[in-house]
């Protein structure tokens, strides 16, 4: 069993003793609690990491809407920002005392560490391989899901031998905690209910002041489903939200957190204002989403028969982030929710962020494009093909295998692959996004000749994401991408400019291939087939590490300033 601490001292307990000194000069050693000597990092090791975000103001005038919508607004952010205490639990159980140790001290050092956990919200950079800024010891696997020196093996051991409490263990909404030899699964609405209470009782609220019958129907049920955890029904009244001018993704969604199994979702919320005639623009590509599930490239046995339509766009420009989307990397769009029985059900919804969006292409895609691609093909990075490719992404999120097996036997696919699922997935969705442009262009819905601006946007996405380090999924799906279009010389590096291109007639075969060989992985739910994909591609050979390098003083994603003017 592998320990947090070798003196059995947690590493929560590590942090904060180290926090009692942290005044001390830049770069110096410290006694940590084990009697082991820690290092600390110097300001400009923080000011380097600070420097990984771009700040983007992120202001909303609220004064033209009716006094009812704003104050629904107010109580929906006052919700999300208990949402987003509880995240902290989930992401490391003691990240929150740190935070205010951090807080209570008056030395320069401190106040910018503080800033780092915030964008964070644990002592562990996302975006360079989860590695410490605070101490040295590693981040636990598990987050704060699971018991810090609990590994994957005992826990598929204990399960092995108590298989009736598979279940609850590997349950999405529960937390597992040590009492002597035993594991025990304590519900989220259990363990985190001093936050999700308050947050329960303000969506409650929030439904009296709704003019709009389906919103005011889904804020009453996942009001009700923070307090139980069942938030089938609520998803689905979600899906169903129609003539809504508010929009909200709120509650325990994506799994990214659990690096041990890969299965508990972790809680986000964001609250935004809708776009009814770009969203309304979208709908075209929701009425071919059965073609386009008939046009992915593996044999039709694994394909989904008749796909639910009701699967909306909504167009939003966010006025808050808490949780899991609001810190590290940030999204410009999702396509949830990822119950498997609601994709049978109902379908999915995609939201896409046109302020994060907009500003991630100017901050953060375009300043790292002109460092990195091949000049003659810089004029193919365009806002309107990155858009198109993220579109797609977000579509193909809803394409592809959900389960195996058949009648009581079927298991999701995301128990199966285990905690390689949200990088085979994230990969997918990007290749069988293109493979859906492609159909697209065929009919000309859209122009074919955008198609290399689509294959060099693709090429400038996949860098930005392995900047993120190749633990996170976006980047390890990139990794991989990269080294298996490269493999097959679709994409090609310059050693003498340091640069990289498209090669255009080869792009579009490497990008079936790919597409085909996770969603077999994924219709047959191999896991190792999914590990050996990982461990042959993801990755970083020179000639990737090259090219992080020229681009090592570039910001890596933005964060984003939230403010709301109300009267």
Known sequence: MRNAMRSGATLAAAMLVLLTGISCQPGSIQLGPDGKKVRTLSMAEIDRKLAQYVQVEMAFDATGLPRPQRELLRKLIEAGEMIERAFWAQAFRDGWKIRKQLEGSDDPRAAKLHHLLLLNAIPFDRFNEFEPFLGESERPAGAGFYPEDLTKEELEAYIGEHPEQKEALLNPYTVVHRQGERLNAVPFHVEYRKWVEPASKLLFEASQLARNRSLKKFLRSRSVALLTDNYYQSDLDWIDLRRNTIELVFGPYETYEDHLMGVKAAYEATIAVKDPEESERLQIYVKNLNALEQNLPIDGRFKRGEIALDSPMVVVTDIFRGGDIGHGYQPVAANLPNDPRVHEAKGTKKTFWKNMMKARLEKIIQPMAREILAEDQLDHMTGQAYFNVVLMHEIAHALGPRWIGEGGDRRPVTELLQEEYSAIEEGKADVAGLVSLEWFMDREIIPASLAPQHYVSYLGGLFRSIRFGITE????????????????????????????RVDFDKIPDSIRELARELLMIEATGDYERSRNLSEKYAVKGPDVKATLKRVDDLPVDIEPIYSVKWE
């Open 473 to 500: 999924a976006h980047g390890k799906a990139s990794m991989i991408a990269i080294n298996w279009h490269r493999e097959r010389e679709a994409l090609v590096y310059d050693s003498g400019t340091g640069r990289w």
